[in-house]
């Protein structure tokens, strides 16, 4: 991104070790514009995955921030019900992060181990554990459906053709009735394809990042597929 002569801003921690109180989608949504407010006259990119997805279009669909263009994928909110198992158990082990992973993933050969491991260590205490539930609780009362016909900045949405997490499907049906909506499916990947399919993920943003075009018909789809 700075080779495009951009400035990314990134968190330096998981949601999940912001603190109690931030153990809700609102809270998270209040947080991330409260830091964005200094920069709400620059032209900005949103990127989100997953919870991220849904926060970068509630930040498109708000008026008071500049934001240029959203790049979303595996966005919570259109009825599914995410849970990831987490409502089941309570213990928090390494199997039971291997097992979420499964889940993220289409092709489960594709995971890298010391990834989840790292990722396990960074918060595999109580208090990340208890936060992550209480965020999975708050995903369960969110609906996109209640804001996305306002979102009117230039949207790509990058889904992997197989999330089991937050299927593609009723996105569809929103990239139909919002031309503002462009929907992208990555063949062969799951709720993760920037992670699972990178260079078919990279090859559908270097296609659409920052460009003035036409947009395309709003029923207009694109198919990718991960390199051999």
Same mark, same amino acid.
């Given at each position: ?16 070790? /912001? =603190?109690?109180? !931030? =153990? ?5 949504? @209040? ?20 919870m991220g997805g849904y926060i970068a279009l509630a930040?498109?669909? @708000? ?32 199997? !039971? &992060? ?6 993220? /993933? ?17 918060? &595999?205490?109580?208090?990340? /554990? ?23 900045? @230039? ?5 992997? &053709? ?8 009723p996105w569809r049906d929103m990239a139909a009735a ?9 063949? @062969? ?6 992670i699972e399919t990178p260079d078919a993920f990279n ?20 198919? &990718?597929?991960?390199?051999?």
């Amino acid at each position: 991104m700075r080779k495009k002569g951009f400035e990314p801003i990134v968190f330096d921690d998981p949601f999940v070790k /912001f =603190g109690k109180n !931030y =153990g809700t989608v609102p809270s998270l949504i @209040d947080f991330v514009k409260e830091a964005l407010l200094p920069h709400k006259s620059r032209e900005t990119v949103v990127f989100g995955n997953s919870m991220g997805g849904y926060i970068a279009l509630a930040l498109a669909s @708000d008026p008071e921030f500049n934001i240029k263009q959203a790049i979303v994928s595996g966005c919570p909110g259109a009825g599914e019900n995410v849970t990831l198992g987490l409502g089941v158990s309570r213990i928090l082990s390494l199997d !039971y &992060a291997h097992k979420i992973s499964r889940e993220l /993933f289409h092709d489960p050969s594709r995971l890298d181990t010391a990834m989840i491991e790292s990722t396990f260590r960074e918060i &595999a205490n109580r208090q990340c /554990f208890m936060m992550g539930l209480s965020i999975l609780r708050s995903l369960q009362k969110i609906d996109v459906r209640d804001f996305i016909d306002s979102v009117a900045v @230039d949207t790509h949405l990058i889904w992997g &053709a197989h999330d089991r997490v937050t299927p593609i499907d009723p996105w569809r049906d929103m990239a139909a009735a919002n031309p503002a909506l462009h929907l992208h499916s990555i063949a @062969d990947a799951g709720h993760c394809p920037m992670i699972e399919t990178p260079d078919a993920f990279n090859a559908v943003l270097e296609r659409v990042l920052y460009k003035e075009r036409a947009a395309p018909s709003p029923m207009a789809a694109s198919e &990718a597929r991960p390199a051999p």
